[in-house]
C-alpha cells in the first residue's frame, strides 16, 4: 500500500493535544495527486508508481512531456515523483491519491528543499568562531588559516569557505504526524519541516519508526 504523497507548504500554526499542551505544527496541503505512469517488475525491474502533482497549463509543458500526458488521456502537472510500491498493478493511471494514504502513520520523513541564503561568508556558513572584535585586529570575519606554506603551496580539498548557502535538499526524519484532515486534504505535522510557504514537499512513512 502506498504510504507516502506529494504536498505543498502551507505554514505554522499551533494546537491542542489532547493533555491540553501547545503543539507547534507546520500545516501542509498533501494532494489531490493523480497516478500518471505505472511501472512492473516484469517490463521496468521495479514496481512504482510515477505521481503528479500541482497542475498546469498545457503551453508550460514541452512537447515530449505534453505527448505523454496526452497520450494517457490526462493533464499536465508541474511535479512528477516516483514512489515504490510492492505491486504496482494495483494502481491504475488517472487513480487520484488524496491525504488518506497517511491517516494510518504515525511518525513520517518530509523531504524539501531549504531557503536559499545566497552567497554567506564562513561565520554564517560553517558557524567559524572569526577573529577578534577590537579595532587594529585587521581580522574579525575572514575564513583565516587555509594550511601550510610551501608544502602543498596550494588549499586542500574540502575546506571550509564562503560560497552558495542552503537550496538543498533536506530530510527531516521522525516527525510525528498530529492528524490529518482527509476532507480537506490538510496535514498537521509536529515541528518545522524544510523549505518556506508555499514550498513542495514529499511526505513518506518514516524509516526509523
Known amino acids: 500500500m502506498l504510504q507516502g504523497i506529494i504536498g505543498k507548504k502551507i505554514g505554522m500554526t499551533q494546537v491542542f493535544n489532547e493533555d491540553g499542551r ?6 501542509i496541503l498533501a494532494g489531490p495527486c493523480q497516478v500518471v505512469r505505472t511501472k512492473t517488475k516484469d517490463k521496468d525491474g521495479y514496481d512504482a508508481i510515477q505521481v503528479g502533482y500541482d497542475e498546469i497549463k498545457p503551453k508550460l509543458v ?3 512531456d505534453l505527448g505523454q500526458f496526452t497520450k494517457r488521456g490526462l493533464k499536465p502537472y508541474r511535479i512528477l515523483r516516483e514512489f515504490h510500491v510492492s505491486d504496482a498493478t494495483q494502481y491504475q493511471v488517472g487513480q487520484e491519491i488524496k491525504s488518506e494514504v497517511l491517516k494510518d502513520l ?3 520523513d518530509v523531504i524539501g528543499t531549504s531557503k536559499g541564503k545566497g552567497f554567506q561568508g ?5 558557524h567559524s568562531k572569526g577573529g577578534p572584535g577590537g579595532h587594529g585586529s ?4 575572514a575564513p583565516g588559516s587555509m594550511g601550510a606554506s610551501s608544502q602543498p ?3 586542500l580539498k574540502n575546506r571550509v569557505l564562503p ?3 542552503g537550496d538543498v535538499r533536506v530530510t527531516a526524519q521522525k516527525l510525528k504526524l498530529v492528524s490529518v484532515d482527509t476532507e480537506n486534504n490538510l496535514v498537521l505535522i509536529r515541528g518545522a519541516v524544510p523549505g518556506g510557504k508555499r514550498g513542495v514537499v514529499i511526505i513518506l512513512k518514516s524509516k526509523k519508526a
Do not use: E
Open 62 to 64: 514541452n512537447k515530449p
Open 122 to 126: 564562513v561565520m554564517k556558513r560553517h
Open 138 to 141: 585587521m581580522f574579525h570575519r
Open 153 to 155: 603551496s596550494r588549499t
Open 22 to 27: 501547545l503543539v507547534p505544527v507546520t500545516v
Open 163 to 165: 560560497g552558495h548557502m
Open 106 to 108: 504515525v511518525w513520517v
